[in-house]
């Protein structure tokens, strides 16, 4: 075979390769993604400030999970992505009395404070939602101006 029909077959099967979806490559749990289908209903104000930053969490980590960054960096973009929800819930504890002392982190038995569980809760959740998105190869939720549906 002369070598431009090789380089032309090579070309040829690495396209078609490459139009091959994630989950074919990789076998994804499709079993293990959220359901988007049914939309968020926005936050009431004072509502549970860990849930309304749950599903910002989530909504953002399966949005941004096809990136090729590292899970850590995508994490980290979608905590930041969920900063408002993250201060909102925040501000509901810095308003309770003893919410600026010290304590046990029921985790790590560390002293922490209250401000501090809330970042390290946001991070652990962002970097679970972004590799259970990969591993399940999950749909994004659907979007609309830039933003995925129900973070608001």
Same mark, same amino acid.
């Given at each position: 075979m002369k070598p431009q029909a090789i380089a032309a077959a090579l070309g040829i099967a690495a396209l078609a390769l490459s139009g091959c979806s994630e989950s074919a490559r990789t076998g994804g749990n499709a079993k293990i993604c959220a359901d988007f289908k049914a939309r968020a209903a926005p936050a009431a104000p004072g509502a549970n400030g860990a849930a309304a930053l749950d599903e910002c969490l989530k909504r953002w980590a399966? !949005? $941004?999970?096809?990136?090729?960054?590292?899970?850590?960096?995508?994490? #980290?973009?979608?905590?930041?992505?969920?900063? =408002? *929800? $993250? !201060? !909102?819930?925040? *501000? *509901?504890?810095?308003?309770? @009395? +003893?919410?600026? +002392?010290?304590?046990? !982190? $029921?985790? =790590?038995? #560390? @002293? =922490?404070? @209250?401000?501090?569980?809330?970042n390290g809760y946001a991070a652990r959740r962002a970097l679970f939602y972004v590799v259970q998105a990969r591993a399940g190869s999950c749909p994004a939720p659907p979007a609309k101006d830039g933003l995925p549906e129900g973070v608001g």
């Amino acid at each position: 075979m002369k070598p431009q029909a090789i380089a032309a077959a090579l070309g040829i099967a690495a396209l078609a390769l490459s139009g091959c979806s994630e989950s074919a490559r990789t076998g994804g749990n499709a079993k293990i993604c959220a359901d988007f289908k049914a939309r968020a209903a926005p936050a009431a104000p004072g509502a549970n400030g860990a849930a309304a930053l749950d599903e910002c969490l989530k909504r953002w980590a399966y !949005s $941004l999970a096809p990136s090729r960054d590292d899970a850590d960096v995508v994490a #980290e973009a979608v905590r930041a992505a969920c900063g =408002t *929800q $993250l !201060s !909102s819930w925040n *501000q *509901q504890i810095v308003s309770q @009395p +003893g919410a600026d +002392g010290e304590a046990a !982190s $029921l985790l =790590t038995g #560390e @002293p =922490t404070t @209250p401000l501090a569980e809330h970042n390290g809760y946001a991070a652990r959740r962002a970097l679970f939602y972004v590799v259970q998105a990969r591993a399940g190869s999950c749909p994004a939720p659907p979007a609309k101006d830039g933003l995925p549906e129900g973070v608001g």
